[in-house]
């Protein structure tokens, strides 16, 4: 990249004079529990609240910011794409039989070479090359590898970023009419084959152009240096293309995938507000996406798709990445500081039926600050805010407190906004989904390409303690978002730091269907028949009944009576006459490929008649038949172990089938509740783990060494008689 900041290179200059006269200053680190990573457990860790405070002072003090600034760019539009005959691709439902339905695995989170992130972190691959990676062809990754995956995805969705989708792409291949802009310079060549080093020179350049392209180019619009127009054009036309893709891979029966784009919104201090926008077919699409540079409020969106819903365009929002959206996602307000009202609430309802809980950057289904008596709370938590070194707020960031905050809101009278279904995907900027641990690539292409990167095993040498002293230079000098943690050391070892080691290998979105086509799965999304898994392909049922009995577990028709009788995840089941406890249905099968299964547990929340909300995990299954200790209504411990030295499990201790009838106990027929079910594995190596088997190294001391995947249902909501 040419023309980088100069005040970069002066400061990497001093820097070479002045680091050998640094003194040293480790941390010396208790070890991570399994449970929580002490790397994600930082909310009350000072130097982080000190830094964080510096963060948002910075953030509040700039006019664009990262991601451009709240800027109504464009005017919003739904002019509809003037489409050629479509191929026999968007067909319609043949069948409808619940019983028959299979659960389909795939990804709706997905980023190409038109994401102008994915782009800066050297991917080149298009959207026609994810579908072939999804249908299980190798594509390269960034670093110069394979990545493929052992099974074929079901479905699949590019989602790259609207807002000047296709921009970076267009600016730095200099055979563009774009690339002949002045502002096009310091991109030309980015992902020239001969830059696409790894060293710590080769990062930090990157990371200067993720963070200075949005506002460069907000700033170039206004100021008439680019032409609105022409940037309109460049998006409209890689969302064609993008479409095309779609409809080019999409095979009835075999492979299903959707035209989609994420809409990028976040407050000024990069409170995380972004949504992945699924259409149900490719028939009739507006010409351009609605991204934050039409309005950085997502009210609007919903209005957006509310009245292309009216030319008969269908589509649904994601929201995703909770956990880094500052505790703005879920609160009780809205946009512009109002409570709730029930317009408000049915439409956000009608516009984001399912949220994302896992994917890359962190599981959002809650936190262990708020969900005290859950030992598995802690599960692969991400605290930043996104693109930043800024601690994210706890409150209002997490979906299981969304539940019950919903549940709050319809006792004082107000609709519930927070009725949602659960999906895991991956939010990969490589193309290529990431979900398995033993291959996990991350997300940020060239720049977690290796294991160093990662910030799984040490930096080495020299180059180790330059990238150190380098952050700490740098973000003296000319402070950034991404604070002084950019590499950490620890117990005298350099790694990379920030939010990059506390990244998950995860996940699945998986849908129950009757077939393998966009009218099915989109029927199981609109319904809420979806669950999430944290990459392993665990297949979930979850049923509500009164009429349920245990024969129901093992009969040929059991299935087909639960639907018959009660209803599914995404539900609600309203209280009968006579005010009898219903029973929860829950079974799972582990994946074959990878570790089995260790128990299966219900998580509950109600809100009583003074308007207080409350949950309780419980154990309602265990492996190999033990029984739930009543008292804490844990399962015993089965004996699972990992060997850390080479990552070996030993199986026999957990069960490839797991299935309960079970009754709660504490059941009212007065209270507002809702249920989910979470399938949980025996422990196995985290990502983190295996890249140090490999190195020959011992794993990085501040993180879990091993996790216990897992698979979210949709929630059940019991309803009581008014």
């Known amino acids: 990249m040419k023309n980088a900041p100069s005040v970069y290179k002066q400061s990497f200059w001093v820097l070479s004079l002045t680091v050998a006269l640094t003194s040293c200053s480790d941390k010396n680190m208790e070890p991570s529990s399994e449970a929580f990573s002490s790397v994600a457990d930082v909310h009350s860790n000072d130097r982080v609240i000190t830094e964080t405070a510096k963060i948002d002072a910075l ?25 050629s005959a479509i191929a026999a691709s968007n067909t319609s439902l043949t069948q409808e039989n619940p019983s028959e339905r299979n659960p389909y695995y795939g990804d709706l989170h997905v980023h190409t070479a038109y994401s102008f992130d994915g782009y800066a972190f050297g991917t080149l691959a298009s959207p026609y090359d994810a579908y072939r990676f999804a249908k299980g062809e190798a594509i390269k990754n960034p670093g110069g590898y394979d990545m493929q995956l052992t099974e074929p995805m079901d479905f699949y969705a590019v989602t790259d970023h609207g807002m000047f989708l296709g921009l970076a792409k267009a600016a730095a291949e200099t055979n563009t009419e774009f690339s002949k802009h002045k502002f096009s310079e310091p991109y030309h060549d980015l992902n020239a084959p001969d830059n696409f080093g790894t060293g710590v020179f080769n990062r930090f350049k990157r990371l200067l152009t993720f963070s200075d392209f949005i506002p460069t180019a907000v700033s170039g619009i206004f100021g008439q240096e680019l032409d609105r127009q022409e940037v309109l054009d460049i998006t409209r036309s890689a969302w064609a293309d993008t479409i095309d893709a779609a409809d080019q891979f999409n095979d009835p029966g075999r492979f299903t995938t959707f035209a989609a784009y994420e809409y990028t919104s976040s407050t000024t201090n990069m409170g995380n507000l972004h949504r992945n926008v699924i259409f149900r077919t490719t028939e009739t699409l507006p010409r351009e996406p609605f991204s934050r540079m039409h309005s950085n409020n997502p009210e609007d969106l919903w209005d957006w798709m509310d009245e292309l819903r009216s030319k008969g365009v269908e589509s649904l929002a994601i929201p995703h990445n909770s956990n880094g959206s500052n505790g703005q996602m879920f609160k009780s307000v809205d946009w512009s500081g109002t409570p709730f009202d029930n317009s408000y609430a049915q439409q956000r309802s009608r516009n984001e039926p399912i949220v994302e809980i896992t994917q890359i950057k962190g599981t959002s289904e809650t936190h262990p600050t708020l969900s005290t008596r859950d030992e598995l709370a802690g599960f692969e938590i991400t605290p930043y805010r996104v693109a930043t070194g800024a601690l994210s707020q706890v409150k209002g960031s997490y979906v299981r407190e969304a539940l019950l905050t919903g549940l709050a809101l319809e006792a004082e009278g107000t609709s519930n906004p927070y009725q949602f ?74 790694y990379a730091g920030g939010a990059s080691p506390t990244y998950g290998a995860s996940g699945f979105a998986a849908a129950w269907a009757e077939e393998n086509t966009r009218e099915s799965i989109y029927q199981a999304f609109r319904r809420k028949e979806v669950f999430a898994t944290s990459g392993p392909r665990i297949r979930l049922r ?14 040929a028709d059991g299935v087909e009576r639960a639907y018959a009788n009660g209803v599914t995840m995404g539900g609600s089941l309203l209280a009968n006459e006579s005010s009898t406890s219903p029973g929860f249905l829950v079974m799972a099968s582990a994946d074959p490929k990878n570790a ?14 003074a308007g207080n909300t409350y949950e309780h995990v419980i154990d309602v299954a265990c492996a190999n038949g033990a029984e739930v200790n009543p008292q804490t209504n844990r399962c015993p411990d089965n ?11 030993n199986p026999n201790t957990g069960s490839a089938q797991i299935s309960t009838l079970w009754h709660d106990p504490e059941f009212d027929p007065e209270q507002r509740a809702f249920y989910y079910a979470r399938a949980i594995e025996n422990p196995t190596c985290r990502w983190s783990t295996w890249d140090a088997v490999r190195a020959g190294v011992a794993p990085r001391p501040d993180v879990a060494t091993t996790i216990q995947e897992r698979a979210w249902s949709s929630p059940i909501h019991f309803i009581p008689q008014s």
Request: charged content about 20%.
């Open 596 to 609: 089995p299964l260790q128990r299966l547990q219900v998580v509950k929340g109600w809100v009583d008649s």
């Open 542 to 555: 979850f049923f509500a009944g009164y009429e349920f009995d245990s024969t129901m577990l093992s009969a």
């Open 639 to 649: 004996g699972a172990r990992v060997d850390i030295s080479d990552c070996s499990i």
């Open 421 to 494: 279904g659960f999906i895991g995907s991956s939010d990969t900027h490589s193309a290529a989904s990431q979900n398995d641990e033993s291959a996990f690539s991350s997300k940020l292409g060239i720049l977690s390409s290796t294991a160093e990167q990662r910030g799984s095993i040490p930096q080495k040498g020299f180059e180790g303690q330059l990238a150190y002293y380098g952050t700490q230079l740098l973000e003296t000098i000319n402070p950034t978002p991404l604070g002084k943690s950019l590499y950490v050391k620890i117990n005298g070892d350099v």
């Open 59 to 83: 953030l509040n003090s700039q006019e664009l910011g990262i991601l451009g600034g709240p800027v109504n760019l464009f005017d919003t539009e739904t002019e509809l794409l003037e489409r």
